[in-house]
């Protein structure tokens, strides 16, 4: 059975440092996504990774895909309020399996 | 502005009542997903349908909730009777299986039974 382990689970994050997200999984998929859904709403799609090495960027964030390591990361630079979600990583296996999520809150 | 459509928003039923939850995919898109979401057991994939077939909804109580798609433009997800446990926030999502499976998710419906 397909696992996706996120780390950590809860992140405080203080406004204009730093952070990184870590995805693990036990396939050996190449494609990754990842998702943020903000409190009482849906998810919306932040990066599809399809390959390895692959690295996209949007804003402050980041994320990269290493198949060989079967590990993503969703790296965020200079943490702004606007970033506190819930961020999910899922894998492809002929479906896609979700990880527990990352819950962000970034304070002053 | 393309966007999955799921009604109701909100439910709140009784034990042992029908529930029925409708999802409209976004137009051309050929893959529809059925996801329930609770604090406890997080994102679980219940059902998906491909080209309207259903492939696969072994996460799923076969019991009580059944899924289908009567058309291209409708998927639904029914539970009888329902449960307590049942309480959750139920997702519908669509895709264009081509190279990805990049899904887009739908709003949601926040289902209560008491």
């Known amino acids: 059975e397909l696992k996706v382990e996120q780390n950590p689970l809860f992140l405080s994050m203080q406004e204009g440092k730093n952070y990184t997200i870590y995805c693990n999984y036990s396939?050996?998929?190449?494609?990754l996504y990842w998702y943020r859904q903000d409190p009482g709403k849906s998810l919306e799609s932040l990066f599809v990774l399809l390959s390895n090495g692959a690295v996209k960027q949007e804003g402050r964030l980041m994320a990269s895909l290493d198949t060989k390591a079967r590990l993503s990361t969703l790296h965020i630079t200079a943490a702004v309020h606007d970033l506190s979600a819930t961020y999910f990583c899922a894998v492809e296996e002929y479906k896609l399996s979700f990880g527990a999520g990352t819950t962000v809150t970034v304070r002053a | 502005d393309a966007r999955v459509t799921q009604t109701p928003r909100h439910k709140v039923t009784e034990m042992g009542q029908e529930v029925t939850m409708r999802c409209q995919p976004i137009?051309?898109?050929?893959?529809v997903f059925w996801y329930r979401q609770t604090m406890m057991q997080g994102l679980e994939l219940l059902a998906y349908f491909r080209n309207r077939a259903p492939l696969d909804d072994s996460g799923m109580p076969k019991d009580r909730f059944s899924a289908e798609m009567p058309d291209a433009t409708l998927a639904t997800l029914k539970i009888q009777p329902s449960e307590p446990r049942d309480s959750a926030v139920y997702f519908c999502?669509?895709?264009?299986?081509?190279?990805?499976?990049?899904?887009?998710f739908g709003p949601g419906t926040r289902l209560t039974v008491t």
């Open positions: 137009l051309g898109h050929n893959t």
């Open positions: 999502a669509s895709g264009l299986y081509a190279r990805s499976y990049e899904q887009y």
């Open positions: 396939t050996t998929s190449d494609r």
